[in-house]
């Protein structure tokens, strides 16, 4: 029989966060790229706090829960 390779418990939980601060990270950027357009200097009448909104998803990963409790920032 082969021999089985049981990873340390605390192996499996670091490759289960980093796992997790992708997914974030990943939605973080989809979150920046659909707002993009707004952000552009010819854009007429951008939304009331788009700067704040974008800064604060940027922010995302200073959030003390992160990556496990995110709150998402609204525009």
Known sequence: MGQVNVKPA????QERLD???SQVRTERDS????????AMPDYPNPPQGLEVYRQALRDV???????????WPEL
């Open 10 to 13: 605390a192996q499996v939980e």
């Open 19 to 21: 796992s997790l601060k």
């Open 31 to 38: 979150l920046l790229r659909a707002s993009d357009y707004m």
């Open 61 to 71: 990963t200073d959030q003390s829960g992160f990556p496990e409790s995110i709150e």
